[in-house]
């Protein structure tokens, strides 16, 4: 049986996120801009309305909210990130992000459940990215037996989970599980979806850096399975 089944996960008792939470909601809305949003929104292709916070200024009033907050536990990281997951804003749904990327170590294998609820809610790529690469990345690194849950994913109908199982060994370098690798992406190679296929092609772009020879033999030996997008963002930087 795998641990990350569709049922949306509870949301844990936490003081620390209620604090948190409370802070974030009178900080973020105070330096809204709604001349930024619209455009911000437009070019998310209108997954979720924006309070049209840069980049530089949310990080500023993350960093406000957080100040003199004691470092999280699991329980306070699922709390936070599920009840930023209910607020409409894209912004706090990346403060969401942002505090799971910082505190990945805390977390146990059993907080899969809750990456795949963020994963597929609202899902685009600009959460589902960095979702895949740095949590899940990390929760797969420190649990093994996660790898099985990958195998899962790569056989799901949802794109975006295929995308997060297809991400997941972003940063793993020389700790890259090859076979794994190698394997999701054939498995996924007919897929039809243009964010599937460019997550093939940057998952093998990303482990050429580490291993060229690898990407490029993997290629040449499946090149008529694989989409022209893939193998051309697989061989940006190592040629053919």
Do not use: N
């Amino acid at each position: 049986m795998t641990v990350t089944g569709g049922r949306t996960p509870a949301v844990p008792s936490s003081p620390l996120a209620d604090r948190v939470l409370e802070r974030l909601t009178a900080v973020y809305p105070a330096d809204a801009d709604p001349e930024r949003a619209a455009p911000m929104r437009a070019y998310m292709r209108d997954v979720a309305p924006f309070l049209g916070l840069t980049s530089p200024v949310r990080r500023a009033l993350s960093r406000t909210v957080l100040r003199g907050v004691p470092r999280p536990g699991e329980a306070d990281c699922a709390a936070i990130a599920l009840r930023c997951w209910r607020l409409p804003e894209r912004e706090y749904h990346y403060f969401a992000v942002d505090l799971l990327r910082r505190h990945v170590s805390v977390l146990t294998p059993g907080f899969l459940p809750v990456v795949r609820h963020l994963v597929t809610t609202v899902p685009w790529w600009d959460t589902v990215d960095l979702l895949a690469a740095h949590v899940v990345g990390g929760l797969v690194a420190a649990g093994p037996r996660l790898g099985a849950e990958m195998d899962a994913w790569i056989e799901d109908d949802d794109r975006w989970l295929v995308r997060a199982a297809l991400l997941h060994q972003l940063r793993y370098k020389e700790r890259t599980d090859t076979a794994r690798l190698f394997a999701h992406c054939l498995r996924r190679a007919d897929h039809d979806d243009f964010f599937v296929r460019k997550a093939i092609g940057w998952s093998l772009r990303e482990y050429a850096k580490t291993d060229p020879e690898a990407v490029r033999g993997f290629v040449a030996a499946h090149r008529e399975r694989l989409a022209p997008l893939s193998v051309r963002e697989a061989l940006r930087a190592v040629g053919p």
